[in-house]
């Protein structure tokens, strides 16, 4: 017996038809809630720019709920805050939602 594992970033499973029949786990925002935020807190606070930001809590909370479950986005959300590249109160007004708005904003 054999046990074959596959892994999809994406919401929709592909359609993979190899004869056998597949099962399949969703991984959903709520299961790594806990994580998004230990992940996030423990960013914010090494941040020598953001752990001291007037509103550091605000950005906590808005960092989390923003990710939608995906700590690449928030990773990718400190880096950039952490490099000037965006200014932190302009976030805090207007989120970039999902990964494709923050690459493109990147760019």
Known sequence: MSTKAVVFSRLRVPDIDDGTQWEHLSI???DVADDIKSFTSAKLDTSPKLRNHRAEDRLLNTLIHGS????????LMISELENNHW?????????????????????
């Open 87 to 107: 200014n932190v109160d302009a976030v805090l007004k207007k989120l970039l939602k999902g990964l494709s708005a923050v690459y493109n904003g990147i760019l």
């Open 28 to 30: 959903e925002e709520i």
């Open 68 to 75: 939608e479950g995906m700590i690449l986005w928030v990773r």
